[in-house]
């Protein structure tokens, strides 16, 4: 096996852009070794280099190819193009079965050869989302201006250019610790003479340096780093050599709320925020050089703490700018918004969650102050984007209400109103918790059922993978937040018994079961039995449901159920519907007397379990019937040559299914 080494030095590449790159990277260069038996791949991306390392095979073998091509006997052009795809000669057609075929013989092919030959080519069309030109490269495009390619193969350098910059065995280290040019000749070699010019290669040991060296300096104060895998991943893409240092926050600035001081300080600066003992913020921050200074770092800690000063005074000016109004003060800006063309003002949304938030805090047994707080949560739910600070930082809409309401309210109110407004956008993802507590609960779900209404009537809905108004979110949120706060709410009144909404909110509860790895099919037959619009009831019996047919008596009645369903579905199409209860006098067979006398208080005692939700015992009930049906099945035939006779065996079967159908339409179960 040889050794196949190629990277590409550029100027700084976005971090956000460098892990896809690389990604794209590998497929260009597993495609161009295909032949080569590639193993072992490893894969190099930073703030100035992309590079790929892979064993290959010292040559691609010999082969025959086939290839189909026209039949015989069509116009002539048919095989021209045919030789002309795959750059045929005539004589290397053939005619076998009525088909012309192309039956050449390659030659191996050494993994020089190949790669140079294709390599440039592939690399060529490397995209990116955003890319430039320079210098006098013609049409060739790069993220940044490309300085330097290494191509190597076992060693040696392989002849491939890329617009204005030929492949070289030289690369460059840090642009400060290790300027200037080097030669390598072999990946290893590269890493080595890397870290000698003051650069980790390897994107995985500069984060885990990153990250083990701010806890380390945060744990010296006995401060903890806040988590943030996004942004670790973003500054690993920013820094060549990482040197993380701490820094100090003025104490002035320690009263704004912690999500405007973190949120300046990880958009604008990529700081990381630390913790106290108790967990709560701390005046200091931590961040990463992307060197290391003669003084220990004191002048770069220095000028970030200056930098950060800056920014937090002009968070602090929004802060008190728009602690002057009262929220409601900020209401009648609200109505120059336009939220929708077809939909209107954000005015007239906050009219209508005020509404509806009101209703549902009702219909969860709200008391009357409690009401009145989901109103006026709900009313000004929207107010804050309005406001300075979120028009600075549009990421901080909801949580800065939450704030500017505590300063509205006087009282108990305050904190209920604000944290309603805080919570209302949650859940955003799969892991973020859901409002608790009446006022939020009625709030958030009020503000999603009002998105998911309006926008559906205007036949605004999802399309593909394309959701920019973000329905499919707010219809899972509304499951979740109903979920599991355990709420008995019927959907279909606060969805304007919509039934094409209702389906689509159903339709993402399957996609949450799905993700969940549970079954969906058991939903479905449960929904098709007639189960109603309230969630968790819902959930409840499906539950019961998954679990009875996991059990050997829940299978076998499921087996039983379809076979019954099919003999039917066959019968009924010949003389059907067998319909009616069959008659006392026909049943001849023990068998047939003991799964008719079965199906009697079964019947009744499930329709009564799941009436007052015991629906773990009505599926133990249902499962049952499971040895009256096996015996029926093994014991009497149903096409009996007395008509009278089959007739009502088939009425049996249909009673037994029908039965059955009342927790589930047994149909919906797969397997």
């Known amino acids: 096996m040889a050794e196949f080494f190629l990277e590409l030095f550029s100027e700084e590449i976005p971090a956000r852009m460098q892990e896809d790159a690389a990604e794209r990277l590998y497929n260009i260069c597993n495609g161009v070794c295909q032949g080569l038996a590639p193993k072992d791949f490893k894969v190099f991306?930073?703030?100035?280099?992309?590079?790929?390392?892979?064993?290959?095979?010292?040559?691609?073998?010999?082969?025959?190819?086939?290839?189909?091509?026209?039949?015989?006997?069509?116009?002539?052009?048919?095989?021209?193009?045919?030789?002309?795809?795959?750059?045929?000669?005539?004589?290397?057609?053939?005619?076998?079965?009525?088909?012309?075929?192309?039956n050449r013989s390659e030659a191996p092919i050494a993994a020089v050869d190949l790669i140079s030959s294709t390599l440039s080519s592939a690399l060529a069309y490397f995209s990116w989302p955003k890319s430039m030109r320079w210098?006098?490269?013609?049409?060739?495009?790069?993220?940044?201006?490309l300085r330097r390619i290494i191509c190597l193969l076992d060693g040696e350098v392989l002849p491939i250019t890329l617009g204005p910059v030929t492949a070289s065995n030289e690369t460059e280290g840090h642009?400060?610790?290790?300027?200037?040019?080097?030669?390598?000749?072999?990946?290893?070699?590269?890493?080595?003479?890397?870290?000698?010019?003051?650069?980790?290669?390897?994107?995985?040991v500069r984060r885990q340096k990153i990250k083990d060296g701010m806890a380390e300096k945060a744990a010296a104060l006995n401060l903890t780093v806040v988590p943030d895998e996004a942004l670790l991943d973003e500054v690993t893409g920013l820094v060549e050599w990482p040197v993380p240092l701490i820094g100090s926050i003025d104490e002035k600035f320690m009263d704004l709320p912690w999500e405007v001081r973190e949120l300046s300080m990880k958009t604008n600066q990529k700081y990381f925020a630390l913790r106290d003992t108790a967990g709560n913020p701390a005046p200091y921050f931590a961040f990463v050089a992307n060197l290391e200074a003669s003084d220990g770092g004191a002048a770069i800690i220095s000028g970030n703490e200056r930098v950060l000063r800056a920014r937090l005074s002009d968070a602090r000016h929004f802060w008190d700018l728009d602690l002057k109004k009262s929220l409601y003060d900020f209401l009648p800006k609200l109505e120059r918004i336009t939220f929708h063309a077809k939909i209107g003002t954000q005015s007239q949304r906050a009219k209508g969650i005020e509404d509806l938030a009101g209703t549902i805090a009702d219909l969860l047994g709200a008391d009357g102050d409690e009401a009145l707080q989901a109103k006026r949560a709900g009313l000004l739910c929207k107010a804050d984007l309005v406001t300075g600070m979120v028009g600075e930082f549009p990421e901080l809409q909801g949580i800065m209400g939450g704030y500017y309401a505590e300063q509205t309210f006087k009282g108990p109110a305050g904190p209920v109103v604000g944290q309603a407004i805080k919570t209302h956008y949650q859940p955003k993802g799969p892991s973020d918790a859901v409002p608790t507590g009446t006022v939020a609960i009625a709030v958030a779900l009020a503000d999603k059922l009002d998105t998911l209404t309006k926008f559906l009537e205007i036949n605004e809905k999802?399309?593909?993978?394309?959701?920019?108004?973000?329905?499919?979110?707010?219809?899972?949120?509304?499951?979740?937040?109903?979920?599991?706060?355990?709420?008995?709410?019927?959907?279909k009144p606060l969805l304007n018994y919509d039934e094409a909404l209702f389906d689509f909110i159903i339709e993402r509860l399957r996609v949450k079961l799905r993700g969940e790895g549970k079954r969906f099919d058991v939903l479905d037959a449960v929904l098709a039995a007639g189960a109603d619009d309230d969630l968790v009831r819902l959930m409840k019996r499906v539950e019961a449901l998954g679990d009875m047919l996991g059990t050997e008596d829940g299978k076998n009645l499921h087996a039983a159920y379809k076979r019954a369903a099919n003999i039917l579905k066959i019968e009924d199409a010949k003389d059907g519907p067998h319909v009616g209860m069959p008659e006392g006098r026909l049943l001849r067979e023990y068998e047939e007397h003991a799964l008719s006398d079965k199906l009697r208080p079964v019947e009744k005692c499930v329709v009564d379990l799941l009436r007052v939700e015991d629906f773990e015992t009505s599926m133990q009930e249902m499962a049952s019937l499971r040895p009256a049906i096996d015996a029926f099945f093994q014991h009497v035939t149903v096409n009996d040559p007395t008509p009278e006779i089959r007739q009502n065996r088939l009425r049996l079967l249909a009673r037994f299914r029908d039965t059955v159908n009342i927790i589930a339409d047994f149909s919906k179960i797969e397997g």
């Open 175 to 204: 642009r400060i610790h290790g300027p200037g040019p080097f030669a390598v000749s072999s990946a290893e070699v590269w890493e080595e003479k890397l870290f000698e010019h003051r650069v980790i290669a390897d994107q995985t």
């Open 135 to 145: 210098g006098q490269g013609g049409y060739f495009t790069w993220v940044r201006p």
């Open 462 to 491: 999802p399309t593909g993978s394309g959701d920019p108004y973000a329905l499919r979110r707010c219809a899972l949120g509304v499951i979740r937040i109903i979920l599991e706060n355990g709420l008995r709410l019927h959907l």
């Open 45 to 102: 991306y930073g703030p100035r280099r992309l590079a790929v390392s892979v064993n290959v095979a010292e040559q691609k073998p010999g082969q025959v190819r086939v290839e189909r091509g026209p039949r015989e006997g069509t116009p002539e052009i048919a095989l021209t193009k045919f030789i002309e795809k795959f750059n045929a000669t005539r004589a290397e057609i053939v005619t076998d079965n009525g088909y012309f075929w192309l």
